[in-house]
Each structure stands twice: as structure tokens, then as C-alpha cells.
């Protein structure tokens, strides 16, 4: 599975602001943003371009364009939001498939109880986002959503990603793409990551 843990300096500074738990709701939110398009700058690294002829000041001219259908972006309820207008700013065309999932009480499984994907997944690149890869339970219930919906391509960008969680996602969907700022430590016993961030859903809304 490739997985990458963002080595721009950019990153591992905007990352390490992240940890302090004195930030305010608008600057976890800021960050959280600003993390969002330098990561989605990374994962897009590989999009497809075809080169067309346009006009140009002096005559025709040979540019590359994006092939293909548009991306579209997963954000996955709540948290996801919080990264969405960063990447956004990177991709303002991109279509938007939103998902939430949650937890059933009996099988501790996550469900989805929204679902609203794009059409023609199939042929686009899928970039899921989602601010802590913990458990994996989440991202895993989703990518199955995804590849049932017909996508092929399903890359994912994180604040933070826990090695349980890396270690279960490969376990079943070795073909997903990681990309995230940071690899954290390991999960305590309430499936929080150590050092993590705390709550990221709470700090991007303010719900603490
Ligand atoms: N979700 C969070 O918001 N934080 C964690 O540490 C784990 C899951």
C-alpha cells in the first residue's frame, strides 16, 4: 500500500502548530485548511493531462490540461468538512460526494446513514478526507461505499494516521493511496491517537 507522511517543511511546521491544544477554533480551523491543500497537492501529483493546441499571443500554442472526468472529494462527516475548502482552493472544480457513517450499537460496526456521491465514479480519481485515519473502522466502511458505487482510484489525505490503522486498511484495501502529515504513535484504550490532536471533529467546530 503506498502510504506517504508528507516530508515538506510546510507540513511538518503547520503539523506541529496542530498539536498545540491552546489554538483557538479558527486557528485549528485555518491549519486544518491549510494542511488540506498542501496535502491534495501532493496526492494530485499523479492526475492524468492531455496536451491540446490553443491560441496563443504569438500563434497556436501546445498546453496540457487535466484528462479526463473531474475529481471529486469524499469528506466524511464531521471532521472531513474541516479540510474541505483547503482542498478546494487547490481544486475549485472538483465534484463533491459527501458520506457519514456511524456506529451501530450491537455489531460496533460503522453504517452509512448519508450518502450522496457523484455519478461516473468510476471514471474519476476519489480523494477522501478525513483529518484522523484512527481505528480505520470509518475509512474502510467508506472505501467499501466507494468501490460498491464503482470507483477505481480512491486515494486518502489525513492530518494524522495511527499504524493500527494504516496496518488494518492495507489488511483489506491495499490499493488505497495515504497520504497524511503526520504518523502518530499508537491508539489509546478509547481509540484515540497518542500524541494525536485531541479531538479533531470538537477543535474544527468548536463542540469542545
Ligand atoms: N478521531 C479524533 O478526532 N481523534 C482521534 O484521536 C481519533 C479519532
Not at 503539523?15 to 491549519?31: K, M, Q, V
Not at 484512527?134 to 461505499?145: F, K, R, V
Not at 490532536?197 to 463542540?207: E, Q
Request: proline share 6%; no cysteine; hydrophobic share 45%.
Amino acid at each position: 500500500m503506498k502510504i506517504v507522511e508528507a516530508r515538506h517543511p510546510l507540513v511538518r511546521h503547520k503539523i506541529g502548530l496542530l498539536r498545540n491544544p491552546e489554538l483557538s477554533t479558527r486557528e485549528f480551523r485555518e491549519l486544518t485548511n491549510e494542511i488540506g491543500t498542501l496535502l491534495a497537492y501532493e496526492a494530485t501529483a499523479d492526475l492524468p493531462t492531455e496536451t491540446v493546441t490553443v491560441p496563443g499571443w504569438a500563434g497556436p500554442v501546445a498546453v496540457e490540461r487535466l484528462a479526463g472526468a473531474k475529481i471529486t472529494l469524499v469528506p466524511i462527516l464531521r471532521a472531513g468538512l474541516g479540510m474541505l475548502t483547503g482542498v478546494l482552493d487547490l481544486l475549485p472544480s472538483a465534484r463533491v460526494s459527501v458520506v457519514g457513517l456511524q456506529r451501530d450499537e450491537e455489531t460496533l460496526q460503522p453504517v452509512p446513514y448519508f450518502e450522496r456521491l457523484t455519478g461516473r465514479l468510476e471514471e474519476r480519481d476519489t480523494l477522501i478526507l478525513d483529518p484522523m485515519l484512527a481505528t480505520g473502522g470509518t475509512l474502510i466502511a467508506t472505501i467499501d461505499m466507494l468501490k460498491r458505487a464503482g470507483a477505481k482510484r480512491i486515494k486518502g489525505i489525513f492530518l494524522v494516521a495511527a499504524p493500527e490503522g494504516l496496518k488494518a486498511l492495507e489488511a483489506v484495501h491495499p490499493d488505497v493511496e495515504i497520504f497524511t502529515a503526520a504518523i502518530d504513535e499508537r491508539l489509546n484504550e478509547k481509540g484515540y491517537i497518542l500524541p494525536g490532536l485531541g479531538d479533531a471533529g470538537d477543535r474544527i467546530f468548536g463542540t469542545r
